[in-house]
T-cell receptor, first 115, second 113 residues
Framework: QQQVKQSPQSLIVQKGGISIINCAYE??????FPWYQQFPGKGPALLIA?????SEKKEGRFTISFNKSAKQFSLHIMDSQPGDSATYFC??????????????FGGGTRVLVKP | KAGVTQTPRYLIKTRGQQVTLSCSPI?????VSWYQQTPGQGLQFLFE???????NKGNFPGRFSGRQFSNSRSEMNVSTLELGDSALYLC????????????FGPGTRLTVL
């Protein structure tokens, strides 16, 4: 199976708060897990990505936590800012060769950061 | 470096017509993937081209086709348009199609009336 499930569908957070988005996958052949941020009228932009050989990756205010045994990964946005208001997508990709460069996306989470 | 460019940005067609969308990848990138984005189905993979060859294809009917040229530019074509084909069509490029990041263009918004 190639499904990636993302939750919640939307969330509202106060400025300075923490936004947490969760994703779960089924296919153990996935070996690359990126997160994309999309603003209205724009294409998705890569935010941060992780491979299953590490359990956590941090870039600035954005952190990915990865649990290989549970087949789950999550995005934490620390000190959320109004400019972070966007739709966030998790994705997964299989090992190149088996599935080329195909990304399987979660359903998206609309984040609203209130000032 | 210029990003991924897609033309046109907006398109209105009627049912039964066909449409061609164009994507110019980042200079030096050889892999181009296409995705369809709709509110109901989210982001779905259409196909990927690498070195002018289709390497992978998603679960879309044969009305959806594509090609890649020697300069890595890609086009996708949708024939016999249906109302359900209304969507944002996104193109993404990556350097070699290996373990690379994919960079998305702004998309082409297709509306089918």
């Amino acid at each position: 199976q190639q499904q990636v499930k993302q939750s919640p569908q939307s969330l509202i957070v106060q400025k300075g708060g923490i936004s947490i988005i969760n994703c779960a996958y089924e296919n153990t052949a996935f070996d690359y897990f990126p997160w994309y941020q999309q603003f209205p009228g724009k294409g998705p932009a890569l935010l941060i990505a992780i491979r299953p050989d590490v359990s956590e990756k941090k870039e600035g205010r954005f952190t990915i936590s990865f649990n290989k045994s549970a087949k789950q990964f999550s995005l934490h946005i620390m000190d959320s800012q109004p400019g972070d208001s966007a739709t966030y997508f998790c994705a997964a990709r299989g090992a190149v060769g088996a599935a080329g460069n195909k990304l399987t996306f979660g359903g998206g989470t609309r984040v609203l950061v209130k000032p | 470096k210029a990003g991924v460019t897609q033309t046109p940005r907006y398109l209105i067609k009627t049912r039964g017509q066909q449409v061609t969308l164009s994507c110019s990848p980042i200079s030096g990138h050889r892999s181009v993937s296409w995705y369809q984005q709709t509110p109901g189905q989210g982001l779905q993979f259409l196909f990927e081209y690498f070195s002018e060859t289709q390497r992978n294809k998603g679960n879309f009917p044969g009305r959806f086709s594509g090609r890649q040229f020697s300069n890595s530019r890609s086009e996708m074509n949708v024939s016999t348009l249906e109302l359900g084909d209304s969507a944002l069509y996104l193109c993404a490029s990556s350097p070699s199609g290996g373990r690379d990041e994919q960079f998305f263009g702004p998309g082409t918004r297709l509306t089918v009336l």
